[in-house]
């Protein structure tokens, strides 16, 4: 008998929304295979996960590893972590926007990336203005299916402590009770739950580019809860 299995590949692996993303896909009946590109060796015990140890900044050489069906970039960092601006700009720009590229070379079905709220090319924050060049990037590529998610503040244990980030978190119940109409998209979610939409979607027959509010991504739970895609 053919499978009808998919197989995954996941980008991001180690980060706050990659984790749960893994975890939600390994537990899913609907891969068969997931290829996980990592920096470092991560502590997963798994009888589908394939751990792929690379060099992000030579993606080219591994791009036998982007036959897949769906492929997953939850790629990102802070500029205090990568130093500099264009440190940053390689990690939440650069790399996608290469990984994207092999997706379309090798026949990937979806590509499914993690972007931010605000983003925008003519923003005149330097944050909100890569995530726009990032989406607008991935536009221009036309791929057949591409499936941009907006979260507002992630909300979730980090493997790094942010103190700015930790104060948001604490006030965000309170916060998020007050965000209504249109401050609902700015309100803080899950990682979790972003993870859970992105796997939701993935299972789509959705053609073309489309882009997700956090609101929207918070609705998507309920959807997938009732099983309709």
Same mark, same amino acid.
């Given at each position: 008998m053919i499978s009808t299995k998919k197989s995954a590949l996941v980008l991001g692996a180690t980060g706050l929304i990659g984790k749960e993303l893994v975890k939600i896909l390994n537990e899913s009946e609907q891969y068969e295979k997931i290829r996980l590109?990592? *920096?470092? $060796?991560?502590d997963l015990e798994s009888a589908i996960c394939e751990e792929h140890i690379i060099d992000f900044n030579e993606l080219h050489k591994y791009t036998e590893l982007f036959?897949?069906?769906?492929?997953?970039?939850?790629?990102?960092?802070?500029?205090k972590a990568a130093k500099t601006k264009?440190?940053? *700009?390689?990690?939440?720009y650069d790399y996608p926007v290469a990984a994207a590229k092999l997706a379309k070379e090798n026949g990937a079905e979806k590509v499914?990336?993690?972007?931010?709220?605000?983003?925008? $090319?003519?923003?005149?924050?330097?944050?909100?203005?890569?995530?726009?060049?990032?989406?607008a990037a991935l536009i221009s590529l036309n791929l057949p299916s591409l499936h941009i998610? *907006? $979260?507002s503040l992630l909300l979730g244990e980090r493997s790094e402590f942010r103190l700015g980030e930790k104060i948001a978190e604490k006030s965000s119940g309170v916060m998020n009770k007050l965000m209504i109409? $249109?401050?609902l998209p700015y309100r803080g979610i899950q990682a979790r739950k972003v993870a859970a939409a992105m796997s939701f979607v993935a299972q789509s027959k959705k053609l073309g580019n489309h882009?997700?509010?956090?609101?929207?991504?918070?609705s998507m739970i309920g959807l997938s809860e009732s099983g309709k895609v």
């Amino acid at each position: 008998m053919i499978s009808t299995k998919k197989s995954a590949l996941v980008l991001g692996a180690t980060g706050l929304i990659g984790k749960e993303l893994v975890k939600i896909l390994n537990e899913s009946e609907q891969y068969e295979k997931i290829r996980l590109l990592v *920096r470092r $060796p991560i502590d997963l015990e798994s009888a589908i996960c394939e751990e792929h140890i690379i060099d992000f900044n030579e993606l080219h050489k591994y791009t036998e590893l982007f036959q897949v069906t769906d492929i997953f970039c939850c790629l990102g960092t802070t500029i205090k972590a990568a130093k500099t601006k264009e440190a940053f *700009r390689k990690v939440d720009y650069d790399y996608p926007v290469a990984a994207a590229k092999l997706a379309k070379e090798n026949g990937a079905e979806k590509v499914l990336v993690i972007s931010s709220m605000g983003a925008d $090319p003519k923003s005149l924050f330097f944050y909100s203005r890569v995530k726009g060049d990032l989406e607008a990037a991935l536009i221009s590529l036309n791929l057949p299916s591409l499936h941009i998610f *907006r $979260p507002s503040l992630l909300l979730g244990e980090r493997s790094e402590f942010r103190l700015g980030e930790k104060i948001a978190e604490k006030s965000s119940g309170v916060m998020n009770k007050l965000m209504i109409g $249109p401050l609902l998209p700015y309100r803080g979610i899950q990682a979790r739950k972003v993870a859970a939409a992105m796997s939701f979607v993935a299972q789509s027959k959705k053609l073309g580019n489309h882009v997700y509010l956090s609101n929207e991504i918070e609705s998507m739970i309920g959807l997938s809860e009732s099983g309709k895609v």
